[in-house]
């Protein structure tokens, strides 16, 4: 007895889907203002951009084909369902749904089936169309893709508001933390080298299994997507962090990346919510006794394309910033009291745009 519905199969996308590809046509500069001005753009990761693209017109699902780090994507930011005329550059894959199959109900099944499983990595991380083409679906009838397609479209529909709205929220946040800062800073600045102790990390030998599969969170790029950080993907030992050059940093330093492609477009940043291990890639300020660290992190959140812009390195394969920029950059001084004030404020604020993330967490997990 089968454990699926009557009618219910397991497919392959070769056998439901069709794959169009993205061919390359010359552009004039015209054309390119034309692109961007009137259409949707689509490339990998929907964050590089190309010159020679082509368009269509027909619905279908987009998947980024060469994506660079997929490592900090999630399925849905390299897939997009494109009911209207779209750019795609030759660095993305074009599925429609054949006879049977809902090219909708396709979209929501792949992000749900985490696409970042099927990704080769090496020295850039690439779907392939041949290990595309064997991804197994499960096919319901087409009158039931439809209705759970439209189940699933309500729930992005209430997804996007709470985003949005959290996303408005965050940018107030930022704006009334400058502005106060700004009204209350007493006129002078301190490099940040001087509020605390900086830390960097490392990689303890993966030869040794003695090292991993521990208690101690041991954070890299990967994990650094939410304000404050307790646990990562991967853990490791005591004998990690005595025997290796990662080192524990304690619980209220601030996490900063500073070597990873993400680094193109947005500075992460975050609180350790415990005492972590940090990887390579990171850097680490255990704030002293002049400076409040809960404050002094939203207030770097709040410049964090300033800090971006002027401390990038340059002439780098891999983004990555310049710690000795970082450690020199200048924050300006208030009073403890002032310090305390926004802190609680900016906590105030952050735990409703949490409350609201975690309802996006339990919607997405639907």
């Known amino acids: 007895m089968s454990e699926f519905p009557s009618g219910w199969a397991t497919k392959t996308i070769q056998e439901t889907c069709d794959i169009h590809d993205s061919r390359r046509i010359p552009l004039s500069s015209e054309q390119r203002r034309d692109r961007k001005g009137r259409y949707p753009y689509y490339g990998a990761n929907n964050i590089q951009d190309y010159i020679d693209d082509f368009i269509f017109d027909f619905d279908a699902v987009l998947l980024a084909e060469d994506g660079g780090n997929y490592e900090e994507y999630e399925s849905r930011d390299i897939a997009q369902y494109a009911t209207n005329k779209y750019w795609v550059n030759n660095h993305a894959h074009i599925l429609t749904g054949k006879s049977g199959m809902d090219t909708k109900f396709l979209y929501y099944s792949l992000v749900r089936k985490n696409i970042c499983q099927w990704i080769n990595t090496g020295t850039r991380s690439k779907l392939n169309q041949a290990d595309l083409k064997q991804i197994e679906l499960l096919v319901p009838p087409l009158p039931e893709q439809k209705k759970i397609a439209e189940i699933l479209s309500g729930i992005d529909y209430l997804l996007k508001a709470k985003k949005a709205k959290v996303k408005k929220t965050r940018l107030l946040l930022k704006y009334t933390i400058e502005d106060a800062t700004s009204r209350s800073a007493t006129g002078e600045t301190v490099p940040l080298k001087e509020l605390g102790e900086w ?129 020199n950059y200048e924050v300006p001084t208030l009073s403890p009291k002032t310090q305390e004030q926004l802190s609680l404020f900016a906590e105030g604020i952050t735990r409703t745009c949490e409350e609201e993330e975690s309802q996006v967490e339990s919607l997405n997990m639907s």
């Open 199 to 327: 830390k960097g990390g490392g990689t303890p030998s993966k030869s040794v299994s003695e090292y991993w599969n521990g208690e101690i969170p041991w954070v890299s790029p990967k994990d650094m997507k939410e304000q404050r950080v307790s646990t990562s993907q991967e853990k490791i030992t005591e004998a990690a962090i005595e025997n290796s050059a990662t080192s524990l940093v304690p619980r209220g330093s601030i996490l900063f990346v500073v070597r990873s492609g993400i680094l193109r477009h947005t500075f992460p940043m975050a609180l350790a919510a415990r005492d972590v291990a940090i990887n390579q890639d990171l850097k680490a300020l255990t704030v002293n006794d002049r400076c409040n660290a809960n404050f002094l992190f939203h207030y770097l959140s709040s410049k964090s394309d300033e800090i971006l812009a002027s401390c990038m390195k340059s002439g780098t394969t891999v983004e990555s910033i310049d710690t000795n920029s970082l450690q």
